[in-house]
């Protein structure tokens, strides 16, 4: 069993920044990608963010890309998501999350098999 707790999300004006980190414990985190969500409220979840375990590969929304950068530290068992130029369609709650062994689409929720509990980010106009 896997745990997640993610921090670092607030109320930010239009055109700020925020980094989000994602503390993980109970398996090995350096064997599995991760992976960072959103939610707004009435839509889906969607993809944000993903890293494999190496740190070597990332992938974007198109949504993000050029404004958000996942990194990690597989020595704190923490993954980070920067946020730059946000913007109020950026408002969501955002979950981190850990891929299932072998997981190849790392945009698919159904890759991902543990989740954190979610952290509010705010970008007001």
């Known amino acids: 069993q896997e745990q997640l707790v993610e921090s670092g999300g607030g109320l930010v004006q239009a055109g700020g920044s925020l980094r989000l980190s994602c503390g993980t414990s109970?398996?090995?985190?350096?064997?599995?990608?991760m992976g960072w969500f959103r939610q707004a409220p009435g839509k889906e979840r969607e993809f944000v963010a993903a890293?494999?375990?190496?740190?070597?590969?990332?992938y974007y929304a198109d949504s993000v890309k050029g404004r958000f950068t996942i990194s990690r530290d597989n020595a704190k068992n923490t993954v980070y998501l920067q946020m730059k130029s946000l913007k109020p369609e950026d408002t969501a709650v955002y979950y981190c999350?850990?891929?299932?062994?072998?997981?190849?689409?790392?945009?698919?929720?159904?890759?991902?098999?543990?989740w954190g509990q979610g952290t509010q980010v705010t970008v007001s106009s």
């Open positions: 890293i494999n375990w190496s740190g070597s590969n990332t």
């Open positions: 109970g398996r090995t985190f350096l064997s599995y990608a």
């Open positions: 999350a850990s891929a299932a062994g072998g997981a190849t689409s790392l945009n698919k929720i159904n890759e991902y098999d543990y």
